[in-house]
Nanobody, 116 residues
Framework: QVQLVESGGGLVQPGGSLRLSCAAS????????MGWYRQAPGKQRELVAT???????EYGDPVKGRFTISRDVAKRTVYLQMNSLKPEDTAVYYC??????????WGQGTQVTVSS
């Protein structure tokens, strides 16, 4: 079973930056897609950014141009660099791994709060 370890959340002022990390126990070739979703209070979970095994990247519309997803294959880790953060980016951010068997594993979530 895949295990995901997330880190990097916290409190930041509007306009600031944070970087999230998600380390997976799965071997890279067992991965089809990894990425980040977020859920704000009272809202549905939404796509933030994903990266596929062959490097195809997808961003949710609210974060395009501000967030960047990347990966370190050797470390089996995906990163989310978040710049120009806004209060509306406040949410719990979840890492997700999809295996080659189409099974999804979610991380425990990390809180990101953007507030002055």
């Amino acid at each position: 079973q895949v295990q995901l370890v997330e880190s990097g959340g916290g409190l930041v002022q509007p306009g600031g930056s944070l970087r999230l990390s998600c380390a997976a126990s799965a071997k890279f070739f067992d991965t089809t897609v990894m990425g980040w979703y977020r859920q704000a209070p009272g809202k549905q979970r939404e796509l933030v950014a994903t990266i596929s095994g062959d490097g195809i990247i997808e961003y949710g519309d609210p974060v395009k141009g501000r967030f960047t997803i990347s990966r370190d294959v050797a470390k089996r880790t995906v990163y989310l660099q978040m710049n120009s953060l806004k209060p509306e980016d406040t949410a719990v951010y979840y890492c997700k791994h999809r295996s080659i068997f189409d099974t999804d594993t979610w991380g425990q979530g990390t809180q990101v709060t953007v507030s002055s």
